[in-house]
């Protein structure tokens, strides 16, 4: 009984998009990380809060730590963050932090990615890379058994 109609061949079309789709979505992400660390404003910040998310039932790890980070703009709003795990050990509440964000959109484009946090660039690359490698895999499968390779 075939589920997709062209059988495999249609699922590895299908499944290499998908994890094509998500390597671009990791490689927007590192791009915008990547354009903050050298060309946005900076300021210093802390790190407001650690507290754990609930990713909701069915998950093999349940619960996430999520990072808050807050931090002044030139022009004395203060803005409140969430950013990827900073590294392999986190920041402590109140630690200091070094942001880099976009001037124009401060809320929705800010990093802490930088020299002690580098984790906010290695996730997105180790996802593109990754992703991309199986995506171009699969598509590459489905290509050949299409007898186009």
Known sequence: MQILPGGTATFLLLFGLFLGAFAIRSALRLNRVLRLVRHGERAEGRCA?????????????GHATEYVFVFRTRDGRDI??????????????????????????????????????????????????????????????????????
Do not use: I, N
């Open 49 to 61: 809060d650690r507290r754990t998310v609930d990713r909701g039932p069915g998950m093999e790890r």
């Open 80 to 149: 409140e963050f969430t950013d990827h795990a900073p590294g392999p050990f986190g920041f402590g509440v109140g630690a200091p932090v070094r942001v880099s964000y976009d001037p124009a959109d401060p809320a929705r484009s800010a990093t802490v990615a930088g020299p002690g946090a580098w984790g906010p660039v290695v996730m997105p690359v180790v996802f593109t890379l990754v992703l991309g490698a199986f995506a171009v895999g699969l598509l590459l499968g489905f290509a050949a058994m299409r007898g186009w390779v």
